[in-house]
C-alpha cells in the first residue's frame, strides 16, 4: 500500500514503527493541546466561586494584594450562597487617578469599570468622594444606586464605612481617604434577561451590606 511517506508495514511493530517515525511532532502537538485544555478546565472546576463580588473604585491606584486583603474581611461578613463550604468575597479593583497613575493601569481599570457598569454583574460598590461624584456623572445624577435604611450618607445612597471594624482592618496604613463608601446597585429598570434572579442576587447585596453596616460578622 503505497503512501505519502512510503509503504506502510504490515505487522504491528512495523506500523507502529512507521508512525512514529512520520507523525510523531504531530502527536506530540496534539497531546500537548490536549493536556492544557485539561488542565485549564480542571482549574476552572475546582477554583473556588466568590459568594459576592465587589467594585472598588477609589482615586487612586491600589497596591499589590490590597484587593485581595478587602476580600478577606468582607468575606467576614458573607454568607456561604453557593454551599462549597467557603465563604469568598472578589473585590474587582477598578480604581486610578487620571492625573497620577500609570497610563495603562487607568486604561486597564476604566474599561474594566465600563464593562461592569454595562453588565450590571457586581451589585456592590465601594467608593470614595471623588469616584461617587463620577459614578453619578457617568450613570444620571445617582440613578445607579439604591437607597436603604442602613445607607443615610451621600443622599441616601451609600454607607461611610469610616469608624467601622472593616475600615479599621483594611487601613491600617491609613492608605485609604477617611470617607469611603460602600454601596448597592438598583436593579430596577435594568433590561436585563431574568430580572427575578437579579432582584433576588440585590436583596442578598442588600443584607450582606446591611451586616457591614451593623458590624455583624458572620458566625
Not at 485539561?38 to 473604585?57: E, F, H, S, W
Not at 497610563?103 to 474594566?112: G, L, V
Not at 453619578?136 to 445617582?142: F, P, R, Y
Request: aromatic share 12%; with cysteine.
Amino acid at each position: 500500500m503505497a503512501e505519502k511517506y512510503g509503504e506502510i508495514p504490515k505487522d504491528f511493530k512495523g506500523r507502529v514503527g512507521y508512525y512514529w517515525l512520520y507523525y510523531k511532532w504531530h502527536t506530540v502537538a496534539a497531546l500537548f493541546v490536549i493536556t492544557v485544555l485539561a488542565v485549564g478546565i480542571g482549574q476552572c472546576a475546582t477554583k473556588p466561586r466568590p459568594d459576592y463580588t465587589v467594585i472598588l473604585y477609589v482615586n487612586k491606584s491600589l497596591p499589590m494584594g490590597y484587593a485581595e486583603v478587602m476580600g478577606e474581611e468582607l468575606a467576614k461578613y458573607s454568607e456561604d450562597l453557593n454551599g462549597d463550604g467557603k465563604r469568598i468575597v472578589s473585590v474587582i479593583d477598578t480604581s486610578y487617578n487620571a492625573n497620577a497613575s500609570d497610563y495603562n493601569i487607568s486604561q486597564a481599570n476604566s474599561t474594566k469599570l465600563a464593562a461592569e457598569l454595562a453588565t450590571a454583574d457586581t451589585l456592590i460598590f465601594i467608593t470614595d468622594d471623588p469616584k461617587f461624584a463620577d459614578l453619578k456623572e457617568k450613570t444620571g445624577n445617582g440613578e445607579l444606586f439604591g437607597s436603604y435604611s442602613f445607607t443615610p450618607d451621600l443622599d441616601g445612597l451609600a454607607f461611610n464605612l469610616k469608624a467601622t471594624p472593616l475600615y479599621e482592618a483594611i487601613n491600617t496604613d491609613n492608605f485609604y481617604p477617611k470617607n469611603l463608601y460602600v454601596s448597592v446597585r438598583r436593579t430596577e429598570g435594568l433590561p436585563l434577561k431574568k430580572s427575578e434572579k437579579l432582584h433576588e442576587k440585590a436583596r442578598r447585596c442588600a443584607e450582606f451590606v446591611q451586616r457591614i453596616t451593623e458590624e455583624k460578622p458572620v458566625e
